[in-house]
C-alpha cells in the first residue's frame, strides 16, 4: 500500500484533470489505467488535512491548531502497525516537534522535514527555507543536513525505494506527504536554472520571480517521482500486490494561475472555495480495481482511513465516530453512500474559520457559528453560482435544509481547537 499526498495541488493542476499547461504523464497513465475521482475535497491547508486523512475523523472532533496532531489520536499508521504491516513516511511532517512522534503514530521508519525543527536555518546571517535544495531533514528524529546538491522531494523518494526494497516480502504501507509542489517556487533538478550549490530560498513564495514556470517545473519532478516509486515497485515484483493512492492535501496556491479546460483558474489556498478544497485522487491497482472508470462519487478526508482499512482487512476502531465511508465499493465499480462532503476548517492567519457540506450539486457554507450562510450551485467545478434563499424550488429547499442539518449536527460537537496564529 503506498499512499501520496501532494502538498498544494489542486484539482486542476493534472493533465489527466483538465490542465493544458502542467505536465503529469505518470499519474495521466495511473489515472486512465485505474480509477480517477472528480469530487474528491480536502481541508484548504496542510495540518488540517493531514489531521483529517491520518485519523478518518472531521477536524471539528479532533484538531488543535496548526503544526500540531493531538498524541491521544488513532491513525491508520498505528493500526496498520498493529495488524503486521511494516511502516513508513517520508516528506513533510509538520504534526509535532517531538523527536518520537511519527513513530507515536505508527511509523517504523521515518524520513521528514518539518518534524524537529522549524522550516529555516541561517546561512552567511540570512535566513534561507530548507526543504528543497540542500535540505534539512530529520531520520527517525535525528537531524540529517545535506550539502551537495540534494533535491529534498528526491531524497525522500529514493529513502521510500529503499523502504520498499527492504520489506519487498512482507506487508508495508508506505505514506509519502510530499514536499511538492509547496512554495517557494524554485527550480528543481531537472530545471534550466537549477544551482546545486544554493542554500535555499531567503523568500517564502521563492527568490526566483517566475512562479508560473517553477511551478510547472515542480508540478511535472512530483510526477516524475511518482513514476519512480511505480517502476521500484514493478522492479521489486509487487507492483500487482500495491494499490497506488495519490491525491493533494488542499488546491493550489497563489499566485498560481492553471489553464485548465478553457479557463485560467488562480490558486486559492486557505479559502473554503472550489480552488482551495477541491483535490486530485488516483487509484491504481492493476488487476484488483476497475481500469479506466472516471466517478463523481463525493470523496472527503475523513474517508480514507477506512478505505485503507477495508484494503488491509483491518477493523476499524471500536469507538471510530463513521466519519469516513470506505471507497473500496467504488474501486470496483459499485455503489457506495456518502450523501454529503464535509469541511470544518478552524481557520488560521489571514483564512477565515468556515464549515461546510456538499453534494455533488449544491454546497451549503456558513461561518463555524453557524452565521451567514451561503447555499450555491457547485455543480460546475470552479463555476459556483450562489442562490437566493428565498427563491429556491423546491428540491433545492430539501437539500439545503439536509446539508444545514449536517452542518449544525456536527456544529454540537464539542472541539478541542486551541489558540493559533501563526502563519505558514
Given at each position: 500500500?503506498?499512499?501520496?499526498l501532494?502538498?498544494?495541488?489542486?484539482?486542476?493542476?493534472?493533465?489527466?484533470?483538465?490542465?493544458?499547461?502542467?505536465?503529469t504523464?505518470?499519474?495521466?497513465?495511473?489515472?486512465?489505467?485505474g480509477?480517477?475521482f472528480?469530487?474528491?475535497?480536502a481541508?484548504?491547508?496542510?495540518?488540517?488535512?493531514?489531521?483529517?486523512?491520518?485519523?478518518?475523523?472531521?477536524?471539528?472532533?479532533?484538531?488543535?491548531k496548526?503544526?500540531?496532531?493531538?498524541?491521544?489520536q488513532?491513525t491508520?499508521?498505528?493500526?496498520?502497525?498493529?495488524?503486521?504491516y511494516?511502516?513508513?513516511?517520508?516528506?513533510?511532517?509538520?504534526?509535532?516537534?517531538?523527536?518520537?512522534?511519527?513513530?507515536?503514530?505508527?511509523?517504523?521508519?521515518?524520513?521528514?522535514?518539518?518534524?524537529?525543527?522549524?522550516?529555516?536555518?541561517?546561512?552567511?546571517?540570512?535566513?534561507?527555507?530548507?526543504?528543497?535544495?540542500?535540505?534539512q531533514?530529520?531520520?527517525?528524529?535525528?537531524?540529517?543536513?545535506?550539502?551537495?546538491?540534494?533535491?529534498?522531494?528526491?531524497?525522500?523518494?529514493?529513502?521510500?525505494?529503499?523502504?520498499m526494497?527492504?520489506k519487498?516480502?512482507?506487508?508495508?504501507?508506505?505514506?509519502?506527504?510530499?514536499?511538492?509542489?509547496?512554495?517557494?517556487?524554485?527550480?528543481?533538478?531537472?530545471?534550466?536554472?537549477?544551482?546545486?550549490?544554493?542554500?535555499?530560498s531567503?523568500?517564502?513564495?521563492?527568490?526566483?520571480?517566475?512562479?508560473?514556470?517553477?511551478?510547472?517545473d515542480?508540478?511535472?519532478?512530483?510526477?516524475?517521482?511518482v513514476?519512480?516509486?511505480?517502476?521500484?515497485?514493478v522492479?521489486?515484483?509487487?507492483?500487482?500486490?500495491?494499490?497506488?493512492?495519490f491525491?493533494?492535501?488542499?488546491?493550489?496556491?497563489?499566485?498560481i494561475?492553471?489553464r485548465?479546460?478553457?479557463?485560467?483558474?488562480?490558486?486559492?489556498?486557505?479559502?473554503?472555495?472550489?480552488?482551495?478544497?477541491?483535490?486530485?485522487?488516483?487509484?491504481?491497482?492493476p488487476g484488483?480495481?476497475?481500469s479506466?472508470?472516471?466517478?463523481?462519487?463525493?470523496?472527503?478526508?475523513?474517508?480514507?482511513?477506512?478505505?485503507?482499512?477495508?484494503v488491509?482487512?483491518?477493523p476499524?476502531?471500536?469507538?471510530?465516530?463513521?466519519?469516513?465511508?470506505?471507497?473500496w465499493?467504488?474501486?470496483?465499480?459499485?455503489?457506495?453512500?456518502?450523501?454529503?462532503?464535509?469541511?470544518?476548517?478552524?481557520?488560521?492567519?489571514?483564512?477565515?474559520?468556515?464549515?461546510y457540506?456538499?453534494?455533488?450539486?449544491?454546497?451549503?457554507?456558513?461561518?463555524?457559528?453557524?452565521?451567514?450562510?451561503?447555499f450555491?450551485?457547485?455543480s460546475?467545478?470552479?463555476?459556483?453560482i450562489?442562490?437566493?434563499?428565498?427563491?429556491l424550488?423546491?428540491?433545492q429547499?430539501?437539500?439545503?435544509n439536509?446539508?444545514?442539518?449536517k452542518?449544525?449536527?456536527?456544529?454540537?460537537?464539542?472541539t478541542?481547537?486551541?489558540?493559533?496564529?501563526?502563519?505558514?
Open positions: 500500500m503506498v499512499l501520496i501532494a502538498d498544494d495541488l489542486g484539482y486542476e493542476a493534472l493533465g489527466v484533470n483538465g490542465a493544458e499547461q502542467v505536465r504523464p505518470h499519474l495521466d497513465r495511473l489515472a486512465r489505467e480509477v480517477r472528480t469530487n474528491c475535497f481541508n484548504p491547508l496542510c495540518t488540517p488535512s493531514r489531521v483529517a486523512i491520518m485519523t478518518g475523523q472531521y477536524n471539528v472532533r479532533n484538531y488543535t496548526f503544526e500540531e496532531l493531538d498524541r491521544s488513532i491508520f499508521a498505528r493500526l496498520a502497525q498493529e495488524a503486521g511494516a511502516t513508513c513516511i517520508a516528506g513533510k511532517w509538520q504534526l509535532g516537534m517531538e523527536k518520537d512522534s511519527p513513530q507515536h503514530f505508527g511509523f517504523e521508519e521515518s524520513l521528514l522535514w518539518n518534524h524537529t525543527r522549524r522550516n529555516q536555518k541561517k546561512v552567511k546571517g540570512r535566513r534561507v527555507d530548507t526543504r528543497f535544495v540542500n535540505p531533514l530529520d531520520r527517525n528524529g535525528e537531524p540529517v543536513d545535506y550539502h551537495k546538491g540534494e533535491y529534498g522531494p528526491q531524497v525522500c523518494a529514493d529513502f521510500v525505494c529503499d523502504f526494497e527492504s519487498k516480502d512482507q506487508p508495508f504501507l508506505v505514506y509519502y506527504p510530499m514536499i511538492l509542489t509547496h512554495c517557494p517556487f524554485d527550480p528543481t533538478p531537472d530545471s534550466s536554472d537549477w544551482d546545486p550549490t544554493r542554500p535555499g531567503t523568500t517564502y513564495k521563492g527568490d526566483q520571480g517566475r512562479p508560473q514556470k517553477h511551478f510547472k515542480m508540478a511535472s519532478y512530483m510526477d516524475k517521482i513514476g519512480q516509486l511505480e517502476a521500484k515497485l522492479a521489486l515484483g509487487i507492483r500487482d500486490n500495491t494499490l497506488i493512492l491525491t493533494g492535501d488542499n488546491g493550489t496556491d497563489t499566485p494561475v492553471t485548465w479546460e478553457g479557463k485560467a483558474i488562480a490558486g486559492d489556498k486557505g479559502n473554503m472555495s472550489d480552488a482551495g478544497t477541491r483535490v486530485p485522487l488516483i487509484a491504481s491497482w484488483k480495481i476497475k479506466g472508470l472516471v466517478t463523481d462519487e463525493l470523496v472527503d478526508f475523513a474517508d480514507f482511513l477506512p478505505s485503507l482499512c477495508e488491509m482487512k483491518i476499524l476502531p471500536t469507538d471510530y465516530p463513521g466519519d469516513g465511508v470506505s471507497i465499493p467504488t474501486l470496483h465499480g459499485a455503489e457506495r453512500h456518502k450523501p454529503h462532503a464535509y469541511l470544518w476548517f478552524a481557520g488560521h492567519g489571514k483564512f477565515p474559520a468556515k464549515v457540506a456538499r453534494t455533488k450539486e449544491y454546497r451549503y457554507l456558513c461561518n463555524l457559528d453557524l452565521s451567514k450562510p451561503v450555491a450551485d457547485v460546475k467545478p470552479y463555476a459556483p450562489n442562490l437566493d434563499l428565498t427563491r424550488n423546491a428540491e429547499e430539501k437539500i439545503m439536509e446539508l444545514k442539518k452542518v449544525g449536527d456536527m456544529a454540537k460537537v464539542p478541542i481547537r486551541k489558540p493559533n496564529k501563526r502563519a505558514k
